[in-house]
């Protein structure tokens, strides 16, 4: 009989190795988006009509549906490697380099899952757009001017294609290149690596299986996790769409942002559109500065209250804003119509 | 003896299951504080999780939508409707709806005769005279006059007097022609600005119907050559329409870049349909200093662009006002606008409406897992004060050698308080 201690170091093992499996995740959404990348095209007449073929065909629909369930997940296993770290306490110098190269990683992830949204180029695509890009842009532009060159430059005939590219190659480079900064100072990472680096001269001299590296638990425990994680991508896109909505017309708002940017909504039910400026980078520097409250002992400090208090919080208001009606914010930007 | 305050056989201290009491010489109180802690974190985030908070987000907010019959385009990221930018102006229509104006003159409306026009601001429902006004574009009152015909164009600004009314001295109306007065204005309190159209008949008040073609640019006046691109190239009635006013010397075609700021703005454009003598009045897009050192340093050109929507189709007449060396230079023109085909917002909602309705249920599923999960993770990970900490060595468990196989296989997280927080090394599993 397992005995409630041995189940919950099991869990423990696993969450140390979460960090791993995001690694797994991103191979995945490179590969299922460079195949999608041959079937997608960024020019704005030809657009959703690509995107309705791709959903039309059993095949692409697939590899959409795997690339869009796959964001889901690696958004949500980023998440929970996030509180691990969190509850682990990233004090001490490496730990807190490694927590803030994690954040910047954060960062561009967030606007990577922003960037695919626009790709979509359907009704939502167009409302985030407005809503996100082009608000946020008008806003900051009223304090720093040259903002505009930014609007204007992701506003032309080719912003789906800058998009694509920021999208598609510079935001996937500059995560793999945080990943391996990331790695420098983070002993997880160092650990979980060791077992490889063990291999890797044998095997060249062809001294040693390189099966032997599933010798050690943490790499079988990634295998399976990797192989469970998987399963259920596939089992998701098999039975789940991912969400395409009917072609955009533009002016107004008609749809809620997806699920990561509701506690933002939120917010901008109250105070209209300028949360949408204020409060991610605050919610960044909120994560950013829990080292600098995380003290070297033991028992939990404000470091980790600060986190769970501000997860919790952004949890609750996802919560309501998801629950509440849909509210427009922007459509003031229609011409004619006198600011509320 | 260990001292303990459970005595025998309760629950607690598991001699119920026939194992050993634990040596423990702390207090109960002591021992179960850790776990406590951790439920009562656990407690305090399902709570806070959505479960008791009050949604004000749900109950207060406010929508900001445009009137139902409002048609919309499609359009896609990147073509010109997408660009969505700030409000630059744009009244149409009379918007008397709270407030009226009522106009004085020195004797009847004669042609030719100049007159002192005096207006004065009432609110409709109690007709009581509004008397604090605030400036836009530096003015208090921006009065727009044209003939019947469309042919005279004025932009005055009346004096706002000391008794609340506006006064303006001296003004000649040309022609024995019906006259349109538009007033654009922000009484102090009503958060915004409202637009107020009388007419008035002058004389013989003949009235004379507009006549417009589209105009062929470029077109010049007082020195001045403009060139318009529209985006679309053929406006229309739903979705935007960018204006691109390229301006040059009359004489040599030379680009003109000296233009100042007038009225706060580079240059400002007013146009007026045919069909119903909708008012639009336009600013130049982008962002400009609003003080007034900073601004007057600025020159403008050759480019100026606008941006706005048509309410309905038909003949536009325009007039590009801009300030060169001093001199207030109106330029005219005509457009034409087509009737648009689109939709109206609720027949997008119900396109939109089933896979909006899949995604939210979606999302609430999504946090519920996201709740279960950080709970999960606060009770595997919170950091806990050692509880072993004030026990005497000799009733401390005995702790198997971290560089031993069983213990890299099967040992727990180590505590949060190693800094270093160095992994054990790991060792392959030999089975």
């Known amino acids: ?340 | 003896m260990q001292n303990t305050d459970l005595g025998r056989g309760s629950f607690l201290d598991g001699s119920v299951f026939g194992r050993a009491k634990p040596d423990y010489s702390t207090s109960y109180m002591k021992r179960m504080v850790p776990r406590i802690r951790v439920q009562a974190v656990f407690l305090f985030y399902a709570l806070l999780c959505g479960f008791v908070i009050i949604p004000p987000g749900a109950v207060f907010a406010h929508g900001d939508e445009a009137p139902a019959e409002t048609l919309y385009s499609q359009t896609q990221i990147g073509l010109p409707d997408s660009r969505q930018g700030h409000a630059h102006g744009g009244m149409v229509g009379d918007q008397s709806g709270n407030f009226d104006v009522s106009i004085s003159s020195s004797g009847p409306y004669q042609a030719g005769i100049p007159q002192a026009l005096r207006f004065t601001i009432t609110k409709k429902a109690t007709g009581e005279q509004v008397k604090e006004f605030v400036q836009t574009q530096t003015k208090y009152l921006h009065l727009i006059i044209v003939s019947s015909d469309l042919a005279e164009f004025y932009h005055e600004h009346p004096d706002l007097e000391s008794d609340g009314t506006f006064l303006l001295k001296d003004f000649a109306f040309k022609r024995e022609v019906p006259y349109t007065l538009y007033f654009d204005l922000s009484p102090s309190g009503s958060g915004d600005d409202i637009l107020l159209r009388r007419d008035i008949g002058v004389g013989q008040n003949v009235y004379i119907a507009p006549f417009l073609k589209s105009t062929q640019f470029p077109v010049a006046s007082q020195g001045l050559q403009v060139r318009l691109f529209l985006d679309p190239g053929e406006p229309k009635t739903i979705g935007n329409t960018f204006f691109t006013f390229t301006l040059s010397d009359a004489a040599n075609g030379a680009p003109v870049s000296d233009l100042e700021a007038y009225l706060g703005v580079p240059a400002h454009l007013v146009m007026i349909s045919q069909k119903s003598f909708d008012y639009i009045h336009m600013h130049p897009s982008g962002n400009f200093p609003t003080d007034p050192v900073k601004l007057d340093a600025l020159r403008f050109g050759p480019n100026i662009q606008f941006q706005t929507t048509f309410p309905e189709e038909g003949f536009y007449k325009g007039w590009l006002q801009v300030l060169r060396g001093g001199n207030i230079v109106v330029l005219a023109f005509v457009i034409s606008v087509e009737k648009g085909t689109g939709l109206t917002r609720d027949q997008i909602a119900t396109n939109v409406h089933f896979v909006q309705a899949r995604e939210e249920n979606r999302s609430i599923v999504k946090f519920a897992l996201i709740t279960l999960f950080m709970c999960g993770m606060i009770l595997l990970f919170y950091p806990k004060r050692s509880s072993i900490s004030s026990l005497p060595p000799s009733s401390l468990p005995v702790v198997a050698s971290p560089a031993s196989p069983q213990a890299s296989a099967t040992s727990p997280v180590q505590p949060a308080s190693d800094s270093k927080q160095n992994q054990p090394p790991q060792q392959p599993n030999n089975t």
Not at chain 1, 238 to 263: F, R
Not at chain 1, 267 to 274: I, Q, R
């Open chain 1, 1 to 340: 009989m397992v005995s409630f201690q041995k189940i919950k170091s099991e869990l423990q093992q696993t969450g140390i190795v979460l960090g791993g499996l995001i690694m797994v995740l991103l191979l995945f959404l490179i590969v299922s988006g460079i195949l999608l990348a041959f079937f997608y095209s960024p020019q704005p007449e030809e657009t959703y009509s690509s995107m309705d073929s791709i959903m039309a065909n059993p095949i692409t629909a697939f590899i959409r549906n795997f690339h869009f369930w796959a964001s889901d997940l690696f958004l949500f296993t980023l998440f929970l490697h996030m509180t691990r770290v969190a509850l682990t306490k990233p004090s001490g110098k490496a730990r807190r380099y490694a927590w803030w190269v994690g954040i910047g990683m954060l960062i561009l992830v967030a606007a990577e899952m922003l960037l695919g949204t626009f790709m979509r180029g359907d009704e939502e695509a167009l409302e985030a757009y407005s809503h996100f890009f082009i608000g946020s842009t008008g806003i900051v532009a009223n304090y720093f001017p040259f903002t505009t060159l930014i609007t204007d430059f992701f506003s032309q005939h080719n912003a789906l294609f800058r998009f694509f590219i920021f999208h598609a190659i510079l935001i996937p480079f500059a995560l793999l290149s945080l990943i391996i900064l990331h790695g420098l100072f983070a002993p997880t990472f160092r650990a979980l690596m060791s077992p490889w680096k063990k291999v890797t001269e044998p095997t060249i001299r062809g001294s040693l299986d390189i099966r032997g590296v599933f010798a050690y638990p943490s790499v079988r425990k990634m295998m399976y996790l990797s192989l469970i994680a998987l399963g259920a991508i596939t089992v998701l896109s098999l039975a789940l769409p991912a969400p395409l909505l009917p072609p955009p017309y533009g002016g107004l708002e008609v749809t809620k942002p997806p699920w990561w940017l509701l506690w933002v909504v939120f917010f901008e039910n109250f105070f209209g559109l300028t949360p949408i400026v204020i409060l991610p980078p605050v919610l960044f520097l909120i994560f950013a500065a829990i080292p600098l409250f995380t003290k070297d002992k033991p028992g939990a400090d404000w470091g980790v209250y600060i986190y769970l208090i501000a997860t919790a919080l952004v949890i609750s208001m996802s919560f309501w804003a998801a629950l509440g009606p849909q509210v427009a914010h922007t459509e003031h930007f229609l011409q004619g119509h006198t600011e509320p």
